[in-house]
Each structure stands twice: as structure tokens, then as C-alpha cells.
């Protein structure tokens, strides 16, 4: 990319501009309305697209974005799909990338698209602890209450159950963690199955451990990055903490990881959470890009209920209105491997018979900007 240069200070900017500055206090909705993110988000469009011959509002079903450096912390379904060729402002009418096409994240390029097979429907564990440390035991039982209601074979992971939560946590299909997960130092010291009031947790390290685990879905909306303070103090190697973890998430067995850049919680968070639960554990399960893409166009579908919102402080003067402010949706991150289906080797032809060619799979655009040179 160009002006390589110039991208921490347009994503710090973008930090800011969507609300970004303290990882715990609640956001007035003064703020939100008077925040300037687009503004940030258009010039780092212009800074990855710049002279591209790229077109973004059209041709494309599925994006597959593989980040580097200060781009893991960008939430790319927010950039505007005009470039800089005159005439594509107009072309665009206004719309970001999500409005034009299914969006996933892939750490690495070989991870992009990876051979599938479908597997028998199993166990969706949910943990439910706290998301915000003002939250009261009634809160998690709610949130449990709502997502087991939803979801088919939830199974509930709190301490004395009939198995110990690391066990049971590594042998569910799905495994949904609703609790803040933040931590200092390297990212495999960070919690990742909260194992109880004053008991610690299963690390990110300890996931990695042998053996594999089986969760083939992970969904992390607790998790915090150095995104949920706006950038302030970055890690060393920019973009490290998200790239660590989601790896270590897929390199430990998964398929699929659902992880959170900034923490907010609430409705919208356990909205999204939810349906999509609803539609990539169903008995015909959506690709994990169309079961989120969906779960977005249905929250941001609905009117927003701010007193349900905990990162969220209603100001008199400026009601939380439609449409949905990014700083409640744009921090989740679809992170998945894809679903490579191609065809088995056709059988052998007759004598005489030249081999007939099996249809040749279209593969998803793969999108690898550069954070450097």
C-alpha cells in the first residue's frame, strides 16, 4: 500500500473518531453523535486503494481480508466502496463493504480457504460470566436464559457441572464465552474459559497445549484488544495481540472464531452472539460469512435500546437513534477458514476416453493489504 507511512495515525484516528478512548466507561450518546469516523475510514480506503483497479461495489460475493500490522485493528466492513476513480463517490450512493458483500478474516493466506467436512451437529458450551464488572449475577443468568431459549444443545459451562469446565469446554462443537477477557504480557497468558469466581482461567496457552480441541466455533465478544483503548499504548509488533490469538484459536482445532477488537456487551453484543448461533449450528447450517452477515443485517435492523446497552449513557439531547452507531457492532470480527468443497477425482475413463474435467470451484476474493513496505 501507499503512505504506509501515514496508517497508526489514521487508525488511531479512526480509534477516537468511533469512541475509543477508556476500555471500561460508558459512552454518552452526545459523543456518539457528534463522533467523526467516517472521515478517517475514507482515507484509509484512499490509502489501500489508491490507483487500484479494484471496484469494491461490484463483482465481489465474498471478501476474504487478511490483515497486517495496524490493519488487524481496522474494521474493514465500515470502508466506504468508492475508491479514489472520479464518478465512484456517486456509484457508491454512501454504502460501506458490508453493504456490497460477505466479509471474513483469515490470519494467513494458507488459512483462507481450507478443505471442509461436515460434521455431525454436537454441544454448544456457553459461559456466561461477567461482561462489564458492574454486572450482577441476574445479568449472566439472563443472557443464559436468552441464548439457551434461542440455540439448540446448549450446554451450560459453570463450575459444578457433571464435567470440569476445561473438559467439557474442549469437547463441544461450539464453545461461546461471554465474559470480559483481557489481560497483560504475551497473549498466552491471557484468560480464555474463565474457570469461576477466584479460580483463574484456561489460557490462551493452554488452549494450544496437545491435545486438539474439538470446538469448531469459538466466539470470544468479551475479548480485549489494544483497540478498547484507543490505541494509546499499542503493542510493540502493532496488530500482534489480534493476529496471536485468533491464531492460537484455529491452531488448537478451530474452523471459526468470533473475537472482539473493543468490549461493549449488552443487547447488540448478545444479539449478534445469537442468531449467529441460530443460523451456523442449525441441522442445515449458513457458511460462517453468511450466518454473520445476516446476524448484522438483523441488528442493525431493529431499533436500538439504549437502556440495554451497559457501554452506552443516554444523554437528553441526543436520544440513541438508528442508523446503529459502529462503536456497538464494527468491533466483532468474523475470523473462519472457509469451506473448500471441490470435487473428488473423477473415476478413471474409458480406454480411448480423454479424463472429464470436474467444474473448477470459484474461490472467494482474498484481499492481503500491507500495513509496511
Keep these: 500500500m501507499r503512505q504506509a507511512a501515514g496508517l497508526p495515525v489514521e487508525v488511531k484516528t479512526l480509534a477516537r473518531g468511533l469512541c475509543l478512548f477508556d476500555p471500561l466507561a460508558a459512552v454518552p450518546t452526545s459523543r ?8 478517517s475510514i475514507e482515507r484509509i480506503e484512499r490509502m489501500l486503494f489508491e490507483n487500484s483497479k479494484v471496484t469494491l461495489s461490484e463483482g465481489i460475493d465474498e471478501l476474504v481480508i487478511v ?36 466479509i471474513r478474516y483469515a490470519p494467513t493466506r494458507s488459512l483462507a480457504v481450507m478443505p471442509f467436512e461436515a460434521q455431525r451437529p454436537g454441544p454448544v458450551g456457553v459461559h456466561v460470566g461477567r461482561m462489564l464488572r458492574s454486572e450482577k449475577p441476574a445479568d449472566a443468568e439472563a443472557v443464559l436464559a436468552h441464548v439457551t431459549a434461542a440455540i439448540d444443545r446448549v450446554t451450560p459451562l459453570a463450575p459444578g457441572g457433571p464435567l470440569p469446565i476445561p473438559v467439557a469446554a474442549a469437547v463441544c462443537e461450539t464453545l461461546a464465552i ?80 468470533v473475537v472482539s477488537r473493543w468490549r461493549t456487551g449488552g443487547k447488540t453484543c448478545v ?26 443485517d438483523l441488528v442493525l435492523a431493529e431499533e436500538p435500546d439504549a437502556a440495554r446497552e451497559p457501554r452506552v449513557k443516554v444523554s437528553p439531547e441526543a436520544p440513541l437513534t438508528r442508523p446503529l452507531h459502529p462503536f ?37 476474493a482474498i484481499a492481503n493489504p500491507q500495513a509496511g513496505p
Excluded: H, N
Aim: hydrophobic share 40%; with cysteine.
Design 271 to 296: 444479539d449478534l452472539m445469537t442468531e449467529f448461533l441460530r443460523e451456523s449450528t442449525a441441522a442445515e447450517p449458513a457458511t460462517a460469512a453468511e450466518a454473520w452477515q445476516r446476524a448484522v
Design 67 to 102: 490483515p497486517d500490522g495496524w490493519l488487524w485493528y481496522v474494521p474493514f466492513e465500515l470502508l466506504p466502496v468508492a475508491s479514489s476513480r472520479p464518478g465512484d463517490d456517486e456509484a457508491a450512493g454512501g454504502r460501506m463493504l458490508r453493504d456490497t458483500c460477505r
Design 178 to 257: 461471554f465474559a470480559e477477557l483481557t489481560g497483560d504480557g504475551p497473549v498466552a497468558s491471557w484468560p480464555l474459559v474463565p474457570l469461576g469466581a477466584g479460580k483463574g482461567a484456561v489460557s490462551f496457552g493452554d488452549w494450544l497445549a496437545p491435545p486438539l480441541k474439538r470446538p469448531q466455533r469459538i466466539l470470544l465478544p468479551g475479548l480485549q484488544t489494544s483497540m478498547a483503548s484507543g490505541l494509546e499504548t499499542p503493542p510493540v509488533r502493532p496488530g500482534e495481540d489480534v493476529f496471536l490469538a485468533v491464531t492460537d484459536l484455529l491452531a488448537a482445532g478451530g474452523r471459526t472464531a
Design 328 to 364: 456497538l457492532w464494527a468491533g466483532y470480527m468474523l475470523v473462519d477458514c472457509g469451506q473448500d468443497r471441490s470435487s473428488p477425482e473423477p473415476a478413471a475413463a474409458a480406454v480411448g476416453q480423454p479424463p472429464a474435467l470436474p467444474p473448477a470451484p470459484v474461490p472467494p
Design 32 to 39: 456518539l453523535a457528534e463522533s467523526d469516523w467516517s472521515g
